[in-house]
């Protein structure tokens, strides 16, 4: 199955700043995804991304606030931009392999 | 609307005594059902797909079994390192997944 490295694993950021998380994966994808676990809530669905084309962003997110890169097809990156408090949560990115989805180990993201 | 939803929240096991994790779903165009296992601080990791009603799989002491409306995830014997919170999730047709809000799983020695 594909590993994923996941970076960074956890940061504590001031509000108003933006940070970028990094998703390595050690297989060539076609579609990564990024989701977003809230305290005590399940995972949610951020963004899908695919090489060579725009993100397709869920309901309730927008590119602005969330924007993704794929420049190719092991690496994507999403970046939280200009943080509130209520974006402290677990950002972790997957991909589909082999009929599964694998995951990254996470970024544990605190905003004061 | 799709839906997965787990029963229950948080579940307490003295070590040996078994119990059975509830994954009930309300899902067009089912493709395949998830069960995961995630540790504080970490990624979600696979355990099991099921993909049809009656369909059921066996990893050491877990066994998840599936039916047109929910998936049991059965614990037998459990031991202290089986604690963590258990995901269920859902995968639709042309769509990523939809997964449940988890139960968190302790056992006791």
């Known amino acids: 199955s594909a590993v994923i490295s996941q970076k960074p694993s956890r940061d504590i950021c001031q509000r108003g700043t933006s940070l970028t998380i990094q998703c390595q994966v050690d297989?060539?994808?076609?579609?990564m995804f990024w989701y977003r676990q809230q305290p005590g809530q399940s995972l949610t669905l951020i963004a899908t991304?695919?090489?060579?084309?725009?993100?397709?962003?869920e309901s309730g997110f927008v590119i602005d606030k969330f924007p993704i890169s794929r420049p190719n097809l092991t690496f994507s990156t999403l970046t939280v931009s200009n943080m509130s408090p209520e974006d402290s949560s677990i950002y972790l990115c997957s991909v589909e392999d082999g009929g599964g989805y694998t995951f990254g180990s996470g970024t544990r993201l605190t905003v004061v | 609307e799709d839906q997965v939803t787990q029963s229950p929240e948080a579940l307490r096991l003295q070590e040996g005594e078994s119990s059975s994790l509830n994954c009930s779903y309300t899902?067009?165009?089912?493709?395949?059902l998830f069960w995961y296992r995630q540790d504080p601080g970490k990624g979600p990791e696979f355990l099991f797909t099921l993909y049809s009603a009656g369909e059921e799989k066996e990893k050491e002491r877990l066994k998840a079994t599936l039916t047109k409306k929910e998936s049991f995830l059965h614990i037998t014997a459990p031991k202290p390192e089986d604690s963590a919170t258990y995901l269920c999730?859902?995968?639709?047709?042309?769509?990523?997944?939809?997964f449940g809000k988890g139960t968190t799983l302790s056992v006791s020695s």
């Open positions: 899902v067009s165009g089912l493709r395949g």
């Open positions: 991304a695919n090489q060579g084309s725009e993100a397709t962003y």
């Open positions: 297989s060539q994808v076609t579609m």
């Open positions: 999730a859902v995968d639709r047709a042309g769509t990523a997944l939809i």
